[in-house]
């Protein structure tokens, strides 16, 4: 509804399979492969986090579903925000830093 493609819950039974499943369907409509390190996932569940990992993922937690800060931060995401409305500058940063290590190894 709000995203027009993606990697969702209900795409795989397994959710560690789904960034994998996002980058080839990036690949497909871009042809640009992507390594883990260049995927930001946001989730409000510590499975969204534990998923991002396996492939090295920016993580963003938000509670803004059934967990609260402290059960997301078990996991350790890269953030955690109350609201989706704060991500901006945090994304910002990231795909900042994300160029520069782009340009860097250029």
Known sequence: EHFEWGAFASDHPERNCLPALAMEQFKARTGISVDGADVCIIG?????????????AFTLAVTTGNYDAD?????NPDHILASLKDAWPILDEWLDLEVSSVRAAA
């Open 71 to 75: 059960e997301l931060q078990a996991d």
């Open 44 to 56: 409000d569940t510590p499975y969204d986090t534990r998923c991002a990992q396996t492939v090295g």
